[in-house]
């Protein structure tokens, strides 16, 4: 397949330029031998480096409205689609990511995730390494790194959503569009964690960069409090197994009072 049947798209805007120097100092110390063209979209701002072409769109308030223009920019069958928090932690395997797109035209699938949030719902027969992403699954389409395929992309954004909203309601439109042909990986494909949340660096992102000497300047992004690190971990842990234990009441109660 060549390569430029996929192009990486890396969704931003201008109030997020702080990160993108970050972004692609990890990018690609860990994906160093990437073949495929890497776009960043924003509105105006330029970010200059060699392997980054920009992406312009008009000054929309909302995600899906400025990725609908900058989708529409791009010449190319496949798109991976990331976010510029999303700090890459391990290696990426090229031939492995090779390998994944080989599937979307053997399968004729529209999307096939490379982060396991979720898990895939069933098995694929004859292929360990992915699954279906079935109907009605929750979170079934997100913007976790995917490759998807373009046209199928553009077809479930609706200009005006969220990228929240967007993760809601195209899940819910592509149980309709696209019910059998929607896959993920069982181990993710890409490693990163997730950088920024409400608009500030987590303080877990901050440790990890500093590990690589990497310190992002709090005075144009600040970190989230303590406190504000302590509650989103306990409200991460009551989603997990812990819901199992605890009756529902005192969850409840629980979520009620970190949540302020």
């Known amino acids: 397949m060549k390569k430029n049947n996929l192009f990486v798209y890396i969704s931003s805007f201008d109030d997020y330029s702080d990160i993108w120097p970050i972004f692609f100092q990890c990018f690609f110390k860990y994906w160093n031998d990437c073949p495929y063209q890497v776009y960043l979209g924003s509105v105006r ?37 990331m976010l510029e928090d999303y700090m890459l932690s391990k290696k990426v395997n090229t031939e492995e990511i090779a390998s994944l797109l080989e ?23 004859g292929q360990p ?33 969220s990228l929240w909203e967007f993760e809601i309601n ?33 303080r877990s992102a901050l440790r990890k960069l500093a590990k690589e000497e990497i310190f992002p300047n709090l005075s144009l992004r600040p970190a989230e409090t303590p406190y504000t690190e302590v509650k989103s971990f306990i409200l ?20 009620r009072f970190f949540s302020f």
């Open 45 to 81: 701002k330029k970010f200059d480096h060699s392997q980054v072409k920009m992406l312009h769109s008009n000054a929309h308030s909302n995600w899906s409205s400025r990725a609908i223009e900058h989708l529409s920019q791009i010449e190319s069958t496949y798109v991976l689609l």
């Open 170 to 202: 195209a899940s819910i439109r592509s149980n309709n569009t696209y019910p059998g042909s929607i896959c993920g990986v069982w181990k993710p494909a890409i490693d990163y964690y997730m950088a920024i949340g409400k608009g500030k660096w987590f």
């Open 236 to 255: 991460k842990w009551l989603g997990k197994p812990v819901r199992a234990i605890l009756p529902l009441h005192v969850r409840q109660q629980l979520k």
């Open 129 to 161: 390494n992915i699954g279906f992403q079935d109907m009605g699954q929750l979170n079934r389409t997100n913007t976790h790194a995917t490759i998807w395929r373009r046209e199928a992309l553009l077809d479930l954004i609706r200009p005006g959503e």
């Open 103 to 125: 599937l979307m035209d053997t399968y004729d699938l529209n999307a096939l995730r490379l982060y396991p949030d979720p898990l895939p719902s069933r098995g694929m027969s």
